[in-house]
T-cell receptor
């Protein structure tokens, strides 16, 4: 069964450093998403991406964040200058609406 | 935006017991999904159920879209069912983003 994959599974970085989280969506899906979950809290939408552009973003997704589909398979989330409060689990998801979204296993980001 | 309320917030069961988890939402939706978050933090798709009833083994779910709620039933619970259960909805016209509830923490004791 096709699945969404994410790398790395765990990333530790120092405050102020740039990080890139990588995702490979399901191959025939055209809509991609990033969500995040701060420890112990609910999952929150960050951004959706379709046709090589952002289709919607939340208020969390400020200028420090960017997304890119650099080739036909990868979908990346970049945080330019990490803050302590960026520590969270980051999930990538993909779908072909109107069907269900499939989530990757997540990247646990720890900012020290 | 849409509100998603899950109840109860916490649930403790003895192995073998049955349970019902509820999700209420405040507006019409295109999509509703139930997830199980395992101890490693992974979100496991349980059901895609914008309306109607589905069953998968010991789990079943029902969504009554006109009354804006969904129920997840777990029968003959096992310790491996422990974890957090999330309901997530896609509001009409929301460009397919999901809004999650706060989750229900289930603990199944042997």
């Amino acid at each position: 069964e096709p699945e969404v994959t994410q790398t790395p599974s765990h990333q530790v970085t120092q405050m102020g450093q740039e990080v890139i989280l990588r995702c490979v969506p399901i191959s025939n899906h055209l809509y991609f998403y990033w969500y995040r979950q701060i420890l112990g809290q609910k999952v929150e939408f960050l951004v959706s991406f379709y046709n090589n552009e952002i289709s919607e973003k939340s208020e969390i997704f400020d200028d420090q964040f960017s997304v890119e589909r650099p080739d036909g398979s990868n979908f990346t989330l970049k945080i330019r200058s990490t803050k302590l409060e960026d520590s969270a689990m980051y999930f990538c998801a993909s779908t072909e609406p109107p069907y269900e979204q499939y989530f990757g296993p997540g990247t646990r980001l720890t900012v020290t | 935006g849409i509100q998603v309320e899950q109840s109860p917030p916490d649930l403790i069961l003895q192995e073998g017991a049955n349970s019902t988890l509820r999700c209420n939402f405040s507006d019409s939706v295109n999509n509703l999904q139930w997830f199980h978050q395992n101890p490693w933090g992974q979100l496991i798709n349980l059901f895609y159920i914008p309306s109607g009833t589905k069953q998968n083994g010991r789990l079943s779910a029902t969504t009554v879209a006109t009354e804006r709620y969904s129920l997840l039933y777990i029968s003959s619970s096992q310790t491996t069912d422990s974890g957090v259960y999330f309901c997530a909805v896609e509001p009409l016209g929301a460009n397919s983003k999901l809004t999650f509830g706060k989750g229900i923490t289930l603990s199944v004791r042997p």
